[in-house]
Nanobody
C-alpha cells in the first residue's frame, strides 16, 4: 500500500497550490481520505477529508471556503486545491487513508510522505 503525495512548494500570500495524493496497492473505496498538516511545534490536524465512496467532505473551519478536496476514481488520486493561502497555512501536509467518519490522525493507518507548503508574506 502506497500513498504518494506531491505538489507542495513556496507560494506568496493569496496564492494557490494543488496537492495530489496517488494511492496504490489496494482499493480505498471503503476509506476516508484525509489531508492533514503539521506546523512547527503543532499537532497534526486534519484540514480536509473525503469519503471515497460517497464523496462526502469535511473541512476544518480554518480552511473552509479556501480549500477543496476531491478525488479522481480513474486515477485513484485525491487532490487538495488550496486557494487564498495564508502564512498560517505553512506546514508539512500529509495525505492518509483511514476509517469512515474519522478525522483523528491516530485512526488513520496509511500515510503518505509529507509535502512542504510554505506561504510567504
Amino acid at each position: 500500500v502506497q500513498l504518494q503525495a506531491s505538489g507542495g512548494g513556496l507560494v506568496q500570500v493569496g496564492g494557490s497550490l494543488r496537492l495530489s495524493c496517488a494511492a496504490s496497492g489496494r482499493t480505498f473505496s471503503s476509506y476516508t481520505m484525509g489531508w492533514f498538516r503539521q506546523g512547527p511545534q503543532k499537532e497534526r490536524q486534519c484540514v480536509a477529508a473525503i469519503k471515497w465512496s460517497s464523496g462526502i467532505t469535511y473541512y476544518a473551519d480554518s480552511v473552509k471556503g479556501r480549500f477543496t478536496i476531491s478525488r479522481d476514481d480513474a486515477k485513484n488520486t485525491v487532490y487538495l486545491e488550496m486557494n487564498s493561502l495564508k502564512p498560517e497555512d505553512t506546514a508539512v501536509y500529509y495525505c492518509a487513508a483511514g476509517p469512515p467518519s474519522s478525522i483523528r490522525s491516530r485512526d488513520y493507518g496509511y500515510w503518505g510522505q509529507g509535502t512542504q507548503v510554505t506561504v510567504s508574506s
